[in-house]
């Protein structure tokens, strides 16, 4: 097997010396070549050029999910297909993983590699759904390049708490649970219109839902991890369906206080729920639409500002090694 290592050296849970390691492992069963990444978007140039050589069956990222969804976005620069394109793998490296942690892989990088070996060993492999965004036809926002997304986007609040901690991590600060707890406090404290939102989702077939506060995007659940303990906002979101959607129409104290608990506490069987809870199973294609520019995030990357973001489910979208 011919395979492309992407490491990110400034992933925040793996030294020199555990990256040396995991790449002698990795090489033992196959025929490696291992490139670290050197400038922002250098993972999606190397997994473009995976995918267009022809003679690369596997692209190994190891790096956090930012890394993961730049190669993907490099994978399925032509568009998804799962029997041409290189399948993909994940050695999780950064703070929180939650593609390879919803894949069901190790958080652990060494004990994912050994999970990673004998998937390969053993043939498993899945195909997964992924989602991908673009900027809404006719409206001002139609030249923004789409892009795919792995386990989740946001519009907004969450958004906001995303490059928020961008801010902190150019500053030196390291990413952490901590960090982003500080961050959505402050978010919150300076969200103008917590209570009557700029946000209209319109999906195909329905009324249009008006006035969200917040709006969270998932392909996968759980949405996000706290230390281990996984948060679901979506619950039903899976990697073999469409797109599910959160949407909340109020964030006063008291709805703070609500569905922050009911996030904390959430589960597979239940998610938020409420009189300001939107939720939406399984869509296709959907549009968010805001009033004013709002900040946009997927997979944890801040991604600037937007007024009208389209959202698309694929099924079946690229190959998973698991």
Do not use: C, I, N, W
């Given at each position: 097997m011919r395979a492309l290592l992407v490491v990110n050296p400034a992933a925040t849970t793996t030294s020199a010396r555990t990256r040396d390691v995991l790449i002698h492992a990795l090489a033992s069963e196959m025929k490696l070549e291992a490139v670290t990444t050197e400038y922002r978007g250098h993972a999606r140039d190397l997994g473009r050029q995976a995918a267009e050589s022809g003679n690369t069956d596997l692209v190994v990222a190891l790096g956090g999910d930012g890394t993961v969804n730049e190669v993907v976005n490099g994978l399925l620069h032509a568009g998804p297909d799962p029997e041409r394109l290189p399948g993909l793998a994940v050695v999780p490296g950064g703070s929180t993983n939650v593609f390879a942690r919803a894949l069901g892989l190790p958080n652990d990088p060494v004990e994912a590699t050994g999970a990673l070996l004998d998937a390969l060993r053993e043939g498993r492999e899945r195909t997964v759904g992924l989602g991908i965004a673009a900027g809404t036809p006719g409206t001002d926002d139609e030249a923004v390049p789409s892009r795919w997304f792995t386990f989740n986007a946001g519009l907004g609040f969450d958004a906001g708490v995303v490059g928020r901690v961008e801010q902190q991590r150019e500053r030196g600060r390291r990413s952490t649970h901590a960090l982003y707890i500080r961050q959505a406090v402050r978010q919150l404290l300076g969200e103008s219109q917590r209570r009557h939102g700029s946000i209209t989702l319109e999906r195909p077939g329905a009324d249009p839902v008006t006035d969200l506060v917040l709006s969270i995007v998932c392909n996968t659940a759980p949405w996000t991890y706290l230390g281990n303990r996984p948060v679901y906002a979506s619950p039903k979101a899976s990697f073999d369906t469409g797109l599910d959607?959160?949407?909340?129409?109020?964030?006063?104290?008291?709805?703070?206080?609500?569905?922050?608990?009911?996030?904390?506490?959430?589960?597979?069987?239940?998610?938020?729920?409420?009189?300001?809870?939107?939720?939406?199973?399984?869509?296709?294609?959907?549009?968010?639409?805001?009033?004013?520019?709002?900040?946009?995030?997927?997979?944890?990357?801040?991604?600037?500002?937007?007024?009208?973001?389209?959202?698309?489910?694929?099924?079946?979208?690229?190959?998973?090694i698991v």
């Open positions: 959607v959160l949407g909340l129409s109020r964030l006063s104290t008291a709805a703070v206080a609500l569905y922050g608990t009911q996030l904390l506490t959430s589960s597979p069987e239940r998610g938020p729920h409420g009189k300001h809870a939107h939720s939406f199973h399984d869509l296709d294609q959907f549009t968010l639409h805001s009033k004013v520019p709002l900040p946009l995030q997927m997979d944890g990357d801040h991604l600037g500002l937007r007024r009208s973001v389209t959202f698309t489910g694929v099924r079946r979208a690229l190959r998973v």
